[in-house]
């Protein structure tokens, strides 16, 4: 249990590996069909499998879009076939629905994603409801994570001051997306991230366990 100095109002959580699984099996298969279907490739050509995808992976989307050839005309094909694919995958990862139904006594929730709003909601299903504000990528017209233009939108929406909001994800781009507005940080070690990641980034909080986002006010 951590004990919370800092007084908070909001927390902004990542979606895809914090609140729920990362499977690379369903996002090896995912891209397999993207680069068949739309890029009209050999997914041969860039991995043979799920263990060479995940050297090949890289979290920033745009550049793996860039190396497939998934050119902008192409990404809602491509989207569609991603989420129809991937997304039977994904599962919750079991102790969150406790984490957010005691978070939410205390602080207002929100979730910023560069996966789609809609796809988010639809995998959340009533935990949904739990969220003050989500906003994905067809929110932010392409600024997704780091930059900070979906974060500034929830702290409007849900009118925190920076300094009273902590952003919570696996991810660097998580990381920096909450250091560039001055909101606090929230390295979580169970998703993409390690803690020798979170070591470098130097966030507010490292938590090992969805449990330890449960704070002792």
Same mark, same amino acid.
């Given at each position: ?13 990542d ?26 490739k ?10 060479e995808?995940k ?8 550049y793996?879009?860039q ?12 989207k ?5 694919i991937?997304?039977?995958f994904?599962?919750i ?8 139904n ?19 909601? =639809?995998?959340?299903?009533? !935990?949904?409801?739990? #969220?003050?504000?989500?906003?994905? *990528? $067809?929110?932010?017209?392409? %600024? ?12 409007e929406?849900?009118?925190i ?15 920096l997306t ?11 070690t169970?998703?993409f991230?390690s803690? =020798?990641?979170?070591?470098? !980034?130097?966030?507010? #909080?490292?938590f090992?366990?969805? *449990? $330890?986002?449960?704070?002792? %006010?």
């Amino acid at each position: 249990m951590l004990v919370l100095k800092e007084k908070l109002s909001l927390i902004v959580f990542d979606f895809d590996g914090t609140l729920v699984t990362t499977p690379w099996k369903g996002l090896c298969r995912a891209y397999q069909e993207i680069i068949e279907k739309v890029c009209k490739k050999d997914p041969r050509t860039f991995f043979k499998n799920t263990g060479e995808f995940k050297r090949w992976y890289s979290h920033d989307l745009v550049y793996n879009h860039q190396r497939i050839g998934l050119l902008p005309e192409m990404e809602e094909e491509g989207k569609g076939i991603f989420y129809e694919i991937y997304d039977p995958f994904v599962d919750i990862y079991p102790v969150i629905p406790e984490v957010l139904n005691r978070l939410g006594e205390n602080y207002q929730l929100a979730i910023l994603t560069n996966r789609s709003r809609q796809s988010t909601v =639809k995998l959340l299903g009533e !935990l949904a409801q739990k #969220f003050a504000v989500i906003v994905g *990528e $067809e929110d932010v017209r392409g %600024r997704l994570k780091p930059d900070p233009d979906g974060l500034w939108m929830i702290l409007e929406q849900t009118g925190i001051n920076p300094e009273n909001a902590l952003m919570v994800g696996d991810v660097k781009n998580d990381i920096l997306t909450g250091q560039n507005v001055g909101a606090k940080t929230g390295f979580v070690t169970w998703g993409f991230g390690s803690l =020798k990641d979170a070591k470098l !980034l130097k966030p507010n #909080f490292i938590f090992r366990k969805p *449990e $330890e986002l449960c704070f002792n %006010r």
